[in-house]
């Protein structure tokens, strides 16, 4: 599930709208960048977890960019295959993203104009795809995974992380909103059988039609057959954790914002993390805060998402409240690289 974004550096605080027709690669390759699920692989890895991708990669330009990108970044991909058809010419997904300078983004790909998936044959993933999932500890997907696949095989996967023993992370992100108009029924069942879910707090707000987080946060958990984690995301305000203790909020860091596009998915690889480490819930949000803050500082998504030196920069150069965040302070202590350093080795060893 790897589309490629295109983010043209001669407009930083906005970008130009997809067509309905194929885009066309230039040679502006500095205005290209890795995103969608790409995100979330990149930072992942760079926490010390192994990762596997899968999906559509074209052999047009976009896909030799993208495949150059997951390779250098130690990201392994699973590909699919996918049938030439009239409406699909085999290239590699696109999707562009629209930031304004109050650093909000929008994002314009083909599932804007044309709402069948780019995969929209394959009703079930192939044994190739199944294996890694089961192979692996954790599956992790977002709201742009149906840009790709159609709902059928989407649940075929989570099917086959349950059956294998595997967490299901979801993150509805910017698709959860026409998910939540124009398959309802498939978005509900798979927030139902997520282990952990990640939301904005418009996001959960759109989803239960509650407007505070944590009761949203709450509701969502209730709702939940396997949900054990719902994790709100607040932006400067941090993050709060509903699980079956009860709600944990963690605020954030104060960094200097440049591009807050991958943050989400940074924020989401750290909580990946944490989870598999049977780290604390405030444990978790408080290197998530960090990780995501540490993108924010970068110029956007792909290779620009967070690395563990900058999330160790975050860490030590934050002013917290000791009384308020204890934890905030034992993570700040001389030896957070070292705390990072255990946790990058812990991650290594979760693949099966």
């Not at 009703?123 to 890694?132: I, T």
Request: glycine letters at 8%; charged letters at 20%; aromatic letters at 6%.
């Amino acid at each position: 599930m790897c589309p490629a974004f295109r983010h043209p550096t001669q407009l930083p605080s906005s970008n130009s709208c997809v067509t309905s027709s194929p885009a066309r690669p230039t040679s502006e390759q500095s205005a290209w960048e890795a995103g969608g699920i790409c995100n979330f692989t990149i930072a992942a890895a760079r926490l010390g977890l192994e990762c596997v991708t899968i999906g559509h990669i074209g052999s047009e330009p976009f896909g030799k960019f993208l495949s150059r990108i997951l390779d250098k970044e130690g990201v392994d991909v699973a590909r699919i295959s996918a049938d030439v058809t009239s409406d699909f010419d085999g290239s590699t997904l696109v999707c562009w993203v629209l930031v304004d300078p109050e650093h909000q983004h929008a994002f314009c790909s083909r599932f804007d104009f044309n709402k069948a998936p780019v995969l929209d044959k394959m009703h079930k993933l192939p044994p190739k795809a199944e294996s890694v999932i089961q192979n692996s500890k954790a599956l992790h997907f977002n709201g742009f995974a149906f840009d790709e696949l159609l709902p059928s095989a989407i649940l075929s996967a989570v099917d086959c992380a349950h059956a294998a023993g595997n967490a299901v992370f979801f993150d509805p992100g910017p698709r959860g909103e026409s998910l939540f108009r124009q398959d309802r029924s498939t978005l509900e069942r798979i927030l139902t059988l997520s282990d952990v879910l990640l939301l904005t707090a418009d996001e959960a707000a759109t989803l239960t039609g509650i407007d505070d987080p944590y009761a949203a946060a709450t509701a969502l958990l209730d709702n939940g057959m396997h949900t054990k984690w719902v994790i709100v995301k607040m932006g400067a305000q941090g993050s709060l954790m509903a699980d079956r203790q009860g709600c944990h909020h963690v605020p954030g860091f104060k960094v200097d914002v440049i591009d807050t596009v991958g943050c989400g998915d940074s924020f989401a690889a750290a909580a990946v993390l944490g989870y598999n480490c049977g780290l604390p819930a405030t444990t978790t949000l408080t290197l998530a805060n960090a990780v995501g803050g540490a993108t924010a500082m970068g110029g956007g998504a792909g290779r620009n998402v967070a690395t563990v030196s900058k999330v160790h920069r975050v860490l030590s150069d934050s002013d917290f409240d000791g009384d308020n965040n204890s934890l905030a302070n034992l993570l700040l202590r001389k030896d957070t690289a070292s705390l990072l350093d255990k946790l990058v080795t812990c991650s290594c060893k979760l693949t099966k």
